[in-house]
């Protein structure tokens, strides 16, 4: 019994160090956030949300100088009702602040608050709820349609996959759960979520129960919403973390799981049970994330529980082409810069997310910048004192992201152009594979 009592009170010390540090840690860069930034909002939402995404249009506001941005969002509440919401931002159109434009009791940056810089946009930016549609349970993850953003896709607790057709729902909730159909077939819930940008309605789902489905909305019709896979793979051992379409040839899918592989599907040759490829060697612990580069068939990116990220190139996965180091926990969200083909951006649950640049890899370092960490790291984000759920890049302004925390915060930033450059002089991401 007194060692019961004894090792909690190690725990509970523990935690307030933990706390301490973090707190700390948050101090320091908030005293710094005024020269790391263009663009810094930090807004609390009503509850968290697991998963976030840009919608791909921007609006211009006739004789205003912002223009309107659309997240896609969802909750992960604590017995309330879930909704799937889409938010609107407001974003300054892109001018050079100051950094005496910092507002320090709002951690905000741009000058859009009331700022003194001439320059700078005199607006206040905040992120509103514009629609609000019933779901049943949180929602693990949301993504909308490459074809058709109005079409989005939903990974449910119970391994249900919703699909919604948003222009079909009222602005706010009904209190009915009422999806346009339901994928029926993951036996437990799921975070593997990618459509395929070649071919509209076709989708991918990776689930806790090892399986790796997919589904063609075209079978969808009006007298039966539910919808089954058109294939299901048993590849995998473990729970299957992430899925995604290869960006440039159509049949492959890439597949991540707690088994320690990257394996590589190919749509054409649906054995259940086999993969096309497969790289066994590059993790010691589980692989949460993939991201294909956009602008390479070949190259592509893994984040693991083992706190590293590896760079792989598809016609040899044998090993791999590159591993990175700067994350301190498990790396669970990873995306490539949409217009700078060099730069992946990731997230962890040491509350940090860091910029790579690989055309910087090997560049040579002195003492001090070792002490930084490897060439290749760009920028590191640290405004979330909770784990970072996800993340997302925003298509029509380079740079600006909008990150999502545990703590129900949402931030939108963007890093200073001092930093990053108007344009990274990266090496183009196939000479890499050399």
């Known amino acids: 019994m007194v060692d019961q009592v004894m090792g909690l009170e190690d725990i509970q010390e523990d935690e307030i160090t933990e706390e301490k540090i973090i707190n700390e840690e948050y101090k320091t860069w908030k005293k710094n956030a005024p020269f790391l930034y263009d663009l810094m909002l930090s807004t609390a939402l009503d509850w968290p949300t697991l998963t976030t995404q840009w919608f791909p249009d921007k609006q211009a506001v006739p004789d205003k100088d912002y223009s309107t941005h659309r997240l896609l969002i969802g909750t992960h509440t604590n017995g309330a009702p879930n909704y799937l919401e889409i938010a609107q931002v407001d974003l300054p159109n892109p001018v050079s ?17 009331g700022g003194s810089s001439k320059k700078a946009s005199n607006m206040e930016v905040k992120v509103s709820i514009i629609q609000k ?10 993504r909308y349609q490459p074809q058709n953003a109005n079409i989005i896709a939903t990974m449910c607790t119970d391994g249900r996959v919703m699909i919604w057709d948003r222009t079909k729902h009222s602005s706010l909730p009904t209190g009915h ?3 346009e159909m339901e994928l029926l077939g ?3 819930e799921g975070f593997g979520l990618g459509w395929s940008p070649h071919d509209s309605g076709r989708l991918a789902t990776g689930s806790e129960d090892k399986t790796v489905k ?14 089954q896979a058109t294939s299901t793979f048993t590849h995998h051992s473990a729970i299957v973390n992430d899925v995604q379409f290869n960006p440039k040839i159509p049949h492959l899918v890439g597949t991540v799981s707690d088994d320690l592989t990257l394996q590589i599907v190919d749509t054409r040759d649906a054995k259940a049970g086999t993969s096309a490829m497969k790289a066994e ?7 949460n994330a993939l991201s294909f580069n956009p602008t390479s068939e070949f190259i592509l990116a893994t984040g693991s529980a083992d706190k590293t990220i590896g760079i792989w190139d598809l016609r040899n996965l044998k090993i791999r082409l590159h591993s990175m180091h700067g994350h301190h926990d498990s790396v669970t969200s990873l995306e490539w810069h949409p217009h700078e083909e060099s730069v992946l951006g990731s997230s962890s649950y ?17 003492p001090d910048d070792v002490e930084d960490g490897p060439p290749e790291i760009l920028f590191m984000h640290g405004g979330h004192t909770n ?18 925390a545990e703590d129900n915060l949402i931030q939108v930033w963007k890093v200073a152009s001092a930093i990053v450059g108007k344009d990274v002089d990266d090496v183009p991401v196939e000479e890499l594979e050399a």
């Open 97 to 113: 602040p100051d950094a005496a434009d910092y507002d320090e009791d709002k951690e905000e940056i741009g000058g859009y608050g």
């Open 186 to 188: 993951h036996t437990k």
């Open 281 to 287: 060697e590059g993790h010691q612990d589980a692989i």
């Open 214 to 227: 997919l589904w063609d909305l075209m079978g969808y019709t009006s007298s039966n919403k539910a919808l």
């Open 133 to 142: 549609i019933d779901h049943k349970g949180e929602v693990n993850k949301a």
């Open 387 to 404: 784990r970072i759920s996800d993340f997302s890049w925003n298509p029509n302004d380079p740079w600006v992201v909008c990150s999502a």
């Open 177 to 179: 759960v009422n999806p």
């Open 350 to 366: 040491d509350r940090r997310l860091i910029f790579w640049d690989l055309s910087k890899v090997g560049e040579e370092q002195t």
